[in-house]
């Protein structure tokens, strides 16, 4: 067991078994031992890679879809660029980037990052240095005015419960110890989690079927939703996971891109679940309207991803060219991140019709 596992354990034999959710809380952000806490999991030499760390045309297409947005705004003078779970804040440089072709756009955001790593917030530091960003915790301490906010594989990091079905109806799935170590039980009755499972699931009998919620996204989901109803702008959120709910299980670790046992060291794997988007869309739809989810690879491709690559290939060597055509294959193929991964979109009732998600 390493630290972490024995903190844990200790917790379990003072006050009981926890939820999949707080363990996965625990594993990634423990002020000390936390996953996210203690390192930078990114790239190659990380645990995993992500869209902007494959490409630089993503954050580029995600840069004009928010210079597009914030035209059909009403271009204001002032707004906050927020992005949630920015990683080392590659995917914000490259949109800043792209979007400097609009220089009026660069002087009304204030760039607002949510992160909670002290080690990713300090390469974000040095990687948007020139545009002052400041960091908030949470969306309710961003700073007054509308907002465009971008949040890339981060909803997959927030915790999850696991629900299973039994005769008696749904159990909580815990973490609890034996001398082994760390292992999976169940509640002895329901919990209130078992409200929080998608209409869709709840009436599946089968025993043995899961259900995952994620109270913290849904929660996130909503709160932009209200946020834009109040004060305006839109949320692009891109993630893996599917359009309808459905039973399952999708919490995975992941550690040196090879999957890893789930209760075996933790904060040394990256843990996440497949995002709901239908549960997603149920959260913020009173408050915003809901486009998609599409595609990452239908919404790349209405953005302009070909154009876009072949312009970037023309000055490129033979070496780059390469390079760059295969990170693109990577992310709108549909057998690689083009199909997994949507893009939900949330903006104020009545406004225009985004970029990429044209019927
Ligand atoms: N968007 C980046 C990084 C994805 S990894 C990219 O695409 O490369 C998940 C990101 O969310 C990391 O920056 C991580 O530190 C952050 N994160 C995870 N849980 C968080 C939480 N509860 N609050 C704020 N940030 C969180």
Same mark, same amino acid.
């Given at each position: 067991m390493n630290e972490l596992a024995r903190l844990i354990a200790r917790r379990i034999a003072m006050t009981g078994p926890m939820t999949v959710a707080d363990y996965m809380a625990t594993a990634l952000t423990h002020p000390e031992h936390g996953y996210y806490t203690s390192r930078d999991p990114l790239g190659r030499d990380g645990d995993f890679i992500t869209a902007p760390e494959i490409s630089q045309v993503f954050g580029e297409l995600i840069g004009i879809w928010c210079v597009t947005v914030w035209q059909q705004m009403g271009s204001p003078k002032h707004f906050n660029l927020v992005e949630l779970g920015p990683g080392r804040g590659t995917l914000m440089a490259d949109a800043l980037r792209a979007a400097s072709q609009a220089p009026a756009f660069v002087d009304a955001a204030e760039v607002v990052l949510i992160e909670t790593s002290p080690v990713l917030r300090a390469s974000q530091a040095e990687r948007l240095s020139a545009f002052d960003p400041v960091w908030c915790d949470s969306l309710d301490t961003v700073p007054d005015g509308p907002v465009l906010a971008i949040a890339n594989e981060f909803l997959d990091a927030l915790p999850a419960h696991q629900l299973v079905r039994t005769g008696a109806g749904w159990r909580e799935r815990l973490v609890g110890r034996d001398e082994n170590g760390l292992r999976f039980m169940l509640s002895a009755g329901e919990t209130p989690t078992a409200a929080l499972v998608a209409?869709?699931?709840?009436?599946?009998?089968?025993? =043995? @079927?899961?259900?995952?919620?994620?109270?913290?996204?849904l929660r996130v989901a909503a709160a932009l939703a209200e946020r834009i109803a109040?004060?305006? =702008? @839109?949320?692009?959120i891109v993630d893996y996971g599917h359009a309808e709910s459905a039973a399952g299980e999708t919490l995975q670790a992941v550690r040196d891109h090879e999957p890893h046992d789930v209760l075996d060291a933790p904060g040394e794997a990256d843990l996440t679940v497949h995002v709901d988007f239908a549960a997603l869309t149920r959260a913020a739809a009173d408050k915003a309207t809901i486009r998609g989810p599409v595609t990452q690879g239908a919404f790349l491709r209405r953005m302009g991803i070909a154009l876009r690559a072949e312009s970037l290939i023309k000055g490129a060597t033979a070496e780059q060219a390469e390079s760059i055509a295969s990170g693109v294959e990577r992310l709108i193929g549909p057998d690689q991140m083009g199909s997994l991964f949507k893009v939900l979109c949330l903006s104020g009732h009545g406004t225009p019709q985004p970029p990429g998600f044209e019927d």
């Open positions: 209409p869709e699931i709840r009436n599946d009998t089968r025993t =043995g @079927a899961i259900a995952e919620v994620q109270p913290m996204a109040q004060d305006g =702008g @839109a949320a692009l």
